[in-house]
């Protein structure tokens, strides 16, 4: 009481050294005139945010509301609750954030979020977005958001799928995780598509998940400067904990018999490989491999030559060929697993493209048996365009004239290039007077070519090749072979893995 006494007193005495002042009577006369609009510019310029910022956007006319007490907080809230419960979104989540205190303000907030289009359903989704600023969160998030290259026609549905992003801090959150994208080299123009297809990313600390997975990645062979058109390829792997998923999958497929080399060129190529659950997916894709009848030394090379074989719907897919390839072809289950060990890509092959070529040799004069032979021996021949096909048989009959059994025997003439091997090879033995098999002038690099066009003699031919798709002819016996060709087998694969 005592206090409120003395200030009482003091503000008597200031207003009675006024009224005796003339000057400063004269000073409070002149600032009454003065006007009050400058000096409010002059304050609120430093610290406004105008359009011209975000000229993409344009700034809302309330911005927050009016100071109000306790009672008149609550019963405000209640209004604004009310208004929200009339338009159709439940405010029940809403109950410990902070409202706008008027109607008008909470209106336009959900009138601007409507324009970059969300809905009711999705403000009942994630109600806690109407808790966000027009002016202080959401314009400056969605400003930022475009000029990394979100394109604005898709910016309510990148929000819808990540409505978080709107908390977050331009300056402390989000632009660091775009810097560190960029760091991974991840090109600028690609950072819109990166966000798009995995926009979490905006919400993860950069010295945790993201920076541990790379660092795996690179321990076991990848490039790195084959990180960003991973990332660009496949972001979820910056999510991906590597004890609880990379790891168990590399040392999986590594216990297989695939050298993490192979891997990591794998990995570089196809990097979804990584999102495979080792335990529901690949586990069981092995197991469904072997079961079939396929050999377990032949796995690594099935995966090298056809990664995705590993992610597939494998049981299903390997039921029906079968079963296609035995009632169509006459090829046996045991058959069929020598198939799937050559080309693996067999189990996606359409079945109509499959009888395109069967059909050709057969309508060839080449007996159903033959042709089971044939596609065994070289299953690449039911993945052959029949044009190409076409002109390979008739050079075969008209120019080399052999007899058809010779073809049977060597099936993968017809998978040669025509004009770039088989012709100018065939040419150079009948200028030299040489009469050889298809498999002795065909099966080998050009530099051994030669080097047998030069010899004094035939070599001895073996019991002939092994083709793989996408890699080199493993050649039987003991045939001598240049150092190029006599590579060991993590070369093999590594070359299969990189071809694909």
């Not at 009711?120 to 930022?144: A, H, T």
């Not at 819808?160 to 991840?186: F, M, T, W």
């Not at 590993?310 to 090829?331: D, E, H, T």
């Not at 004069?365 to 008739?394: E, R």
């Amino acid at each position: 009481m005592a206090m409120l006494v003395r200030k009482v007193q003091k503000l008597k005495a200031v207003v009675r050294v006024a009224s005796e002042n003339p000057i400063l009577i004269a000073f409070l006369k002149h600032l009454q005139n003065f006007p009050v609009a400058c000096f409010e510019e002059s304050l609120q310029k430093p610290y406004s945010t105008n359009s011209s910022k975000f000229p993409e956007y344009e700034m809302p006319t309330v911005t927050w509301g009016v100071i109000q007490g306790r009672k008149e907080k609550l019963v405000s809230r209640v209004i604004v609750c009310d208004y929200l419960k009339s338009i159709g979104i439940i405010p029940d989540e809403l109950e410990g954030l902070e409202l706008p205190s008027t109607v008008e303000v909470m209106r336009e907030r959900v009138e601007f979020l409507q324009k970059i289009g969300l809905t009711i359903d999705d403000f009942n989704e994630y109600p806690l977005m109407l808790g966000c600023s027009v002016r202080k969160n959401i314009i400056p998030v969605l400003g930022y958001l475009e000029k990394i290259g979100i394109p604005r026609g898709r910016m309510g549905e990148f929000v819808k799928n990540y409505p978080q992003c709107l908390h977050a801090s331009v300056v402390v959150e989000l632009a660091p995780v775009i810097r560190c994208l960029r760091g991974l080299d991840v090109e600028k123009q690609d950072i819109g598509y990166v966000l798009m297809k995995y926009p979490e990313l905006l919400g993860f600390k950069l010295e945790g998940t993201m920076s541990t997975s790379v660092a795996y990645l690179v321990s076991i062979g990848v490039n790195p400067r084959d990180i960003g058109p991973m990332v660009t390829q496949y972001p979820y792997i910056l999510g991906m904990r590597v004890g609880t998923m990379i790891k168990p999958l590399v040392e999986y497929l590594v216990s297989l018999g695939l050298p993490k080399k192979v891997l990591a060129r794998m990995f570089e190529k196809r990097a979804y490989i990584l999102g495979y659950n080792l335990e529901e997916t690949v586990k069981p894709n092995i197991d469904c491999l072997m079961s079939f009848g396929v050999r377990r030394e032949a796995l690594p090379s099935i995966i090298a030559q056809y990664p995705q074989i590993i992610g597939l719907p494998l049981k299903a897919k390997l039921s029906s060929q079968q079963y296609f390839f035995n009632l169509k072809l006459k090829i046996s289950p045991d058959g069929f697993a020598l198939v799937v060990e050559k080309m693996p890509q067999i189990v996606s092959l359409n079945q109509k493209v499959i009888m395109k070529p069967v059909e050709f040799l057969i309508g060839r004069g080449i007996s159903p048996d033959d042709v089971a032979k044939m596609v065994i021996k070289c299953p690449q021949l039911v993945a052959l365009q029949i044009g190409l096909m076409k002109n390979s048989y008739y050079y075969y009959k008209t120019e080399i004239g052999r007899p058809v059994k010779e073809l049977v025997e060597f099936p993968e003439y017809l998978t040669y290039s025509l004009e770039s091997r088989i012709k100018p090879r065939y040419q150079r033995l009948q200028s030299k007077g040489i009469r050889c098999s298809l498999a002795w002038f065909l099966n080998c690099s050009d530099q051994r070519f030669e080097e047998r066009l030069q010899g004094e003699y035939i070599d001895a031919e073996s019991t002939g090749p092994t083709f793989f798709m996408g890699g080199k002819l493993e050649l039987s016996g003991s045939e001598i072979v240049s150092e190029e060709e006599a590579d060991s087998e993590d070369e093999i694969l590594y070359r299969r893995t990189v071809s694909l």
